[in-house]
């Protein structure tokens, strides 16, 4: 008997293996269910490297839950797309949406908007989406439109890169036109009071600091940069090289954090700087829209400025650095790239039928 009972025990399975199998089966199970409720990929197109949300935290909004086998709207599965997942700042938010709207114009794609759902910085993103004039890039996003986490990786031609040739080139200067558009649309009722002296040829200064220091040496720009690169565009914008309807020029700093961190730069200046901290982001970002020239630092904040602008763009990103560069971009800190700069055609009226009389209310 005892021989029987031993043999009878090395020959049952393990409890702690039929656990494990079975947990096995069932997270195979889920997987299947998963994959088969999942929006189909679109058979015409690529699909994008980031596709859907990176963070779980982003859900996506009940109020889009629909029918998936009955959608038949034009953001439903079949050739559609918009861009969800991040909860980080307004520029790389923004930068995102950009980025998928040029993205779905170059494959022939509906942009569907999707209104932001949290932001940093303690931003209304929701509010921000409307500053930006989010809800015109096209028809509200449902439950079925492919989600794109940003088309950066897939969008070389839209930042200069050596990919230009692979990517229809000649539609992101379309999304550019229709971003601007779109903005001003929505920036029908505010103005760049800053900027109201007509007689100066205003020239926005974006320094990144605040969250960003000396200890994060890939979005940090030093003082020592700036300085240089306002002595170049000085010499440039010198009396009698301006615009005719222009007397002077006028930089504008904008900027955050403490004074002290930006002391360098007020030391080595004249009485033509002029220094904007602390500002809201509403504001300090249709300044720097609606200057007559934009110096860009490290940041997707003044990099969507930038798209949007389309023109009179400097960076004080050094010329080894141009492919992380929007098109048309001029080096300030490259004496010789600011001394050929030709300035730009006047905008066309319609452009600039954005009333100048209202001030920009803090969003």
Not at 131 to 141: E, H, N, Q, S, T
Not at 159 to 170: A, D, F, L, P, S
Not at 202 to 211: K, M, P, T
Not at 250 to 279: C, M, R, W, Y
């Amino acid at each position: 008997r005892g021989r029987q009972r031993m043999a009878s025990a090395s020959g049952a399975t393990p409890w702690w293996l039929l656990l494990l199998l079975l947990s096995l089966l069932l997270l195979l199970l889920l997987s299947l269910i998963a994959h088969i409720n999942r929006p189909s990929a679109i058979s015409t197109w690529k699909r994008p490297r980031h596709r859907g949300s990176r963070n779980s935290q982003q859900a996506w909004p009940s109020n889009l839950d629909v029918d998936l086998a009955n959608d038949s709207t034009p953001c439903g599965r079949h050739r559609a797309i918009t861009s969800w997942g991040h909860t980080d700042g307004f520029g790389a938010q923004y930068a995102a949406m950009l980025s998928v709207f040029a993205w779905s114009l170059m494959h022939n794609l509906t942009y569907c908007s999707m209104s932001w759902h949290s932001m940093a910085h303690d931003l209304d993103a929701k509010l921000m989406f409307e500053f930006v004039g989010g809800r015109l890039f096209g028809p509200p996003a449902t439950a079925a439109t492919p989600r794109l986490y940003h088309a950066h990786g897939e969008m070389g031609c839209m930042t200069g890169t050596r990919v230009q040739q692979k990517c229809q080139y000649g539609k992101v200067p379309d999304a550019r036109r229709l971003a601007r558009r779109y903005y001003l649309q929505a920036a029908l009722n505010r103005s760049a009071e800053l900027f109201a002296d007509s007689r100066f040829f205003h020239v926005a200064v974006h320094v990144r600091r605040g969250d960003v220091t000396h200890k994060l040496p890939f979005r940090y720009t030093g003082n020592a940069a700036y300085t240089t690169c306002l002595q170049h565009l000085r010499s440039r914008f010198a009396d009698g090289r301006l615009p005719v309807e222009k007397t002077k020029s006028i930089f504008h700093i904008f900027s955050e954090g403490p004074h002290v961190q930006l002391a360098s730069i007020k030391e080595a200046g004249t009485n033509d700087v002029l220094f904007h901290t602390n500002l809201s982001a509403a504001i300090t970002f249709h300044h720097l829209v609606r200057a007559d020239a934009l110096v860009m630092a490290r940041s997707s904040f003044s990099w969507c400025a930038g798209f949007i602008r389309q023109e009179a763009i400097f960076s004080v990103q050094a010329e080894a650095e141009r492919p992380y560069m929007l098109p048309g971009t001029v080096s300030c800190t490259s004496k010789e790239s600011v001394a050929n700069f030709q300035f730009p055609q006047q905008r066309s009226s319609r452009e600039e039928a954005t009333p100048k009389n209202t001030a920009l209310r803090s969003a």
